[in-house]
Nanobody, 116 residues
Framework: QVQLVESGGGLVQAGGSLRLSCAGS????????MAWYRQAPGKEREFVAS????????YYADSVKGRFTISRDNSKNTMYLQMNSLKPGDTGIYYC?????????WGQGTQVTVSS
């Protein structure tokens, strides 16, 4: 089973930047489509960004377009989320997601807090 571990979260002031990482295990990691989701306190988990297996196609939620960049390095079994111009509304737990076809995997999340 694939295991995903997020890192890079923390506390940052509005307008600042953070870079999240998601490290995955498994010999077929490079074949998985992956995504970032987030969940703010008291709210449902929401989609943030996704990337296909090769990194050639990306998709973003409207709320983060132009500010966030998703990428991956399959040689390192790692996916990234570069977050710029952070807003207090970006606060939440950010989760790594991997689509292995009939199986879906989630990381345990990393906390991102953006102060105003």
């Amino acid at each position: 089973q694939v295991q995903l571990v997020e890192s890079g979260g923390g506390l940052v002031q509005a307008g600042g930047s953070l870079r999240l990482s998601c490290a995955g295990s498994g010999s077929t990691f490079s074949r998985y489509g992956m995504a970032w989701y987030r969940q703010a306190p008291g709210k449902e988990r929401e989609f943030v960004a996704s990337i296909n297996w090769s990194g050639g196609s990306t998709y973003y939620a409207d709320s983060v377009k132009g500010r966030f960049t998703i990428s991956r390095d399959n040689s390192k079994n790692t996916m990234y989320l570069q977050m710029n111009s952070l807003k207090p509304g970006d606060t939440g737990i950010y989760y790594c997601f991997a689509d292995a076809g009939r199986l879906h995997y989630w990381g345990q999340g990393t906390q991102v807090t953006v102060s105003s």
